[in-house]
Structures are given as structure tokens and as C-alpha cells.
């Protein structure tokens, strides 16, 4: 059950892998307006499950802390991000923000029954590492200019880890809530836009279906597995298989023609690689008998 739990959470992190590719493809639309479409399409899943099961409209019924924990992920990480790329320069940004898988391997030792050991941490920073290769290709400059930049992707990071780990905490609601963090998001993104930015619309088949894929994949069904993998998952090892996200990404769009191989890539896929089986040793070798110290 944990393993399958896990792999589901995976497929999400194999989904983002897809946003990059899609996000190029899907023309100049505003961010907020791409996020209030997407987030309507990621929501069509869930309503047409709640449409041939609606003794499920049940999770409607949630405490109040579960719903402001789930909208304040979906919503307030794609607010801070797109806040932090509006201040701060896109490589910079990035590579703060992309704090979050560490922050979710180290967090993960205030759940109860997880043990935090090195090789978990040792991986987070392999991880860490290939995705500064990528996303850093051309070097990093952090400038006091851009404070509000960089203080954005930093909440943005603190901001996922934390949903991610408190989603954790609330196990037994059932991951139909989504549907409803994606509605939430949704119309809050449309509001923002609304007040932000300038309508655009996507001027080809080709960009219509790249938006489409977004709102399918990496903005919407991706939600609903992760949900599921890290409440019922390894959450240590899905955090430190996230940073598999930015190197599958760059792989995808070297296979469609948009960027070119290098060795930097692939000392980045050998990092990150390396890391997520060094995290997920004992899923993979089999769990040693406890110790009377856990950390080791």
C-alpha cells in the first residue's frame, strides 16, 4: 500500500516534468489568466467523479483549517512564485523556491512515526545540487535589489513544504477535496487577474492544447496525486524524488528540440538520480531492524 501510495505521489513529480513544455507552448498569456483557466480544467476530473458519485459531495464537509490549509497551498504558491518572477530574476527565484523538496525531508521528522536519518538529508542535497546545475546554468547572482523577489520564493518554498506536510496531518480526509482547492484557486486566480493583469488568448490550435495539457497533467491531475501519495506515501522519499522535476523537464525539452544535451545535464540527472535512491534505501533494500538511536 505504501509503495503503490508512493508511486502514485511519483507520477505527479513525472507530470510537473511536463509544465515547462507545456507553459513554452501555450503562447504569451498572463500568468494568473493561465492559472484561472488551468485550474478550472484540473478541477474537471474530480466534478465529473463527483457527478457519477455524488454520495462523494461528502468532502464538502470539512473542518476549517483543512480548507484554508489546501487553498493556501494551491493559491498562495502560485501567487508567491509568480510574485517572486515579477521581482526577482527567473534563475535566482527558481532556485529559491525549489527549497521546498529539502524543507519537506527535513519538516518530515515533526510527523509522527517518521524518522529523519542522514541518508535522507544527503539525498535532499544531491537532489539540491543537480537542480542548481540546471536551473543555474549560466551562473547566479543574488542582488539586494530584489529583495521582494527573493523573500516571495522564499515564502513560495516554506509555503508548498508546509501544505505538503500538513496535508500529511489530515490522512483521513479524502483527496475529492481537491476538486474544491482547484475551484478555490481558480476564481481566486481569475480575481487577481482581473485586477493585475491584461486579457490575452491564446492565438492557435497549438497553444489551446498546450493549455489544455496544462490544466489536464501538471496543473491538475498532478494535484490529486500528490495529495494522495503524501498522505498515504513516503513522503521523504518523494520529497527528495521532487528534484527529479527540473532535470525531466530539461530532458523533455531537449527530446522536443528546445534545448540541447550537455554534460552539465547529465552529471545534474547522475546527482539527483543518485540522491532519490540514496533517500529511498530502505524502500529499495529492505528496512534494517531499529537501532536504540534512530539517528545515525
Not at 23 to 33: E, H, K, L, V
Not at 160 to 179: C, I, K, M, P, Q
Not at 239 to 253: I, M, N
Not at 266 to 281: F, H, N, Q
Amino acid at each position: 500500500m505504501k509503495l503503490k501510495a508512493t508511486l502514485i505521489g511519483f507520477s505527479a513529480i513525472l507530470m510537473w516534468s511536463l509544465l515547462a513544455l507545456f507553459t513554452a507552448a501555450s503562447g504569451t498569456m498572463p500568468p494568473f489568466q493561465l492559472s484561472a483557466i488551468c485550474f478550472s480544467i484540473g478541477s474537471l476530473p474530480g466534478l465529473i467523479v463527483l457527478a457519477l458519485r455524488p454520495e462523494r459531495l461528502a468532502f464538502l464537509k470539512q473542518p476549517a483549517k483543512v480548507w484554508i490549509v489546501g487553498i493556501t497551498g494551491l493559491f498562495g504558491y502560485h501567487f508567491l512564485y509568480f510574485t517572486a518572477l515579477r521581482n526577482a530574476p527567473a534563475v535566482e527565484a527558481g532556485l529559491i523556491a525549489y527549497l521546498w523538496p529539502l524543507l519537506i525531508v527535513v519538516g518530515s521528522a515533526l510527523l509522527p512515526g517518521e524518522k529523519l536519518r542522514w541518508y535522507h538529508v544527503a539525498g535532499a542535497v544531491c537532489g539540491l545540487l543537480g537542480t542548481v546545475l540546471i536551473v543555474a546554468r549560466n551562473g547566479v547572482e543574488f542582488d539586494d535589489a530584489y529583495t521582494i523577489g527573493y523573500g516571495a520564493a522564499l515564502a513560495c518554498a516554506f509555503t508548498w513544504s508546509g501544505y505538503s506536510l500538513l496535508t500529511r496531518r489530515f490522512e483521513a480526509v479524502s483527496t475529492d477535496v481537491v476538486t474544491g482547492f482547484c475551484l478555490a484557486t481558480a476564481a481566486l486566480s481569475f480575481l487577481c487577474h482581473l485586477g493585475l493583469e491584461t486579457t490575452v488568448w491564446p492565438q492557435s490550435a497549438t497553444e489551446w492544447v498546450a493549455i489544455a495539457g496544462l490544466g489536464l497533467l501538471p496543473v491538475g491531475a498532478a494535484f490529486y496525486a500528490w495529495d494522495y501519495g503524501v498522505k498515504n506515501g513516503d513522503i521523504q522519499i518523494l520529497g527528495v524524488a521532487s528534484y527529479a522535476a527540473p532535470v525531466l523537464s530539461t530532458l523533455v525539452l531537449i527530446l522536443f528540440g528546445f534545448a540541447e544535451p550537455s554534460f552539465r545535464i547529465a552529471l545534474a540527472c547522475l546527482l539527483v538520480t543518485g540522491g532519490a535512491v540514496l533517500a529511498a534505501r530502505d524502500m529499495i533494500f529492505g528496512r534494517r531492524p531499529r537501532d536504540a538511536n534512530p539517528v545515525e
